[in-house]
């Protein structure tokens, strides 16, 4: 019964997350999928619901989850690529589900468990007549950021931080007990690794962006060079992705009859690059990650700038725990898992390490003081 309401909360989270992200689309083609899709996840919905009021007449079925909920929202923020990842997750697991069931009732594999999966995954490989060289290539760019890189970045972000400056602080409090030699090195913890993170994540970005750059005027130099090569070239890759070959000549034509279109659709097609977005600023990118480096590396500090005396080690725990199971059930928006699992497996690995550097600093501070 619980894997069945677990199922159930799967199918309706599942429906609301496709038609949300229907009315999203902007190409009405890729709308009448994903609006197709959420309808036959209400069906499956509804036929799992008949089967609970056959057993229970009042059963009433739940909501979207707060989960789905808050993907939905945080899709607002940071884009919609991770609630397709996850979608493609659920259906795995749902196809999973389905065939271990029909193994057990003895029915036979039909081969139509993964239909959905293969509808996500595969609808850029295997466009239609009707779709457009360019919704193709749109399509195939969301498909290749999916799984919510911003909002992950944020989530491991404020992990690292959280997690580093806590040992620190734990370490250096297991040395000794002077507040303000505490309170420094976590300030210090702070800064120093927020400043990192920030070149870090500047250096990965700018260079991203110049590789690109390079490999965008390298192909519009092979583009004004030898137009026929390239043409026969996006031809092959149309094909590849199930065109005719008439179709796929025809719509290689029309791209390349126009220089700038043809560039564009040549770096989408051949080299995966967006020319709008060249993996983002490379600013943008370095404050954000000191930004929320900084976010989980104060927590553990915070205490040492408002409290004094033998407690405030013990908040600075408190403070962190918290934070480090806020974390892990934000992990929960990638993984599916309980939130409460995900956010004791997240304080149990912190704790370890805080206890690990505070024995370290107990152990220097007792040979320091002999």
């Known amino acids: 019964m619980k894997k069945l309401k677990s199922q159930l909360q799967e199918e309706i989270d599942a429906g609301f997350l496709y038609g949300k992200l229907a009315e999203a689309q902007e190409e009405p083609t890729m709308a ?71 193994e057990k009732e003895g ?36 498909h290749k950021s999916v799984g919510g890189n911003a909002l992950r970045a944020a989530v491991l972000g404020a992990n690292d931080g959280l997690v580093s400056n806590m040992s620190l602080v734990m370490g250096v409090a297991g040395a000794t007990e002077a507040q303000n030699a505490i309170l420094i090195t976590g300030l210090a913890g702070l800064l120093a690794g927020a400043i990192s993170m920030a070149l870090g994540e500047w250096l990965s970005v700018q260079s991203s962006r110049e590789l690109y750059l390079r490999q965008i005027a390298m ?11 390239e043409k026969r070239e996006l031809i092959l890759l149309y094909q ?18 126009d220089k700038e279109i043809a560039l564009d659709t040549l770096v989408r097609e051949e080299l995966g690059i967006d020319k709008e977005e060249l993996g983002g600023s490379a600013w943008e990118a370095a404050f954000a990650s000191f930004f929320l480096f900084a976010v989980g590396a104060i927590i553990p500090v915070l205490p040492y700038l408002f409290m004094q005396g033998g407690p405030v080690m013990y908040v600075s725990l408190a403070f962190s725990v ?49």
């Open 32 to 102: 009448q999928v994903l609006a197709q899709l959420g309808k036959i996840e209400e069906g499956h919905a509804r036929k799992l619901t008949a089967r609970f009021r056959e057993k229970e007449p009042s059963f009433t079925p739940p909501g979207p989850s707060l989960r789905a909920r808050t993907q939905w929202r945080l899709s607002k923020v940071f884009g919609t690529g991770f609630i397709m990842s996850n979608l493609s997750s659920m259906e795995r697991g749902m196809a999973r589900a389905a065939i271990i069931q029909k």
């Open 107 to 142: 029915e036979p594999i039909s081969g139509t468990e993964h239909t959905h999966l293969r509808i996500i995954e595969a609808v850029a490989q295997q466009p239609s007549t009707s779709v457009s060289g360019g919704l193709l290539a749109r399509f195939e760019g969301r």
């Open 219 to 229: 192909e519009a130099e092979e583009l004004e060079a030898s137009p026929e090569e």
């Open 240 to 257: 590849a992705k199930g065109m005719d070959a008439d179709e796929a000549e025809r719509l290689a034509g029309k791209v390349m009859s």
């Open 322 to 370: 918290v934070g480090l199971f806020a974390i892990g059930a934000a992990i929960t928006l990638f993984t599916g898992r309980s939130i409460w699992s995900s956010g004791a497996r997240q304080v149990f690995f912190g704790l370890a390490a805080a206890a690990v550097t505070y024995g370290i600093g107990k152990l220097i501070g007792v040979s320091l003081a002999g």
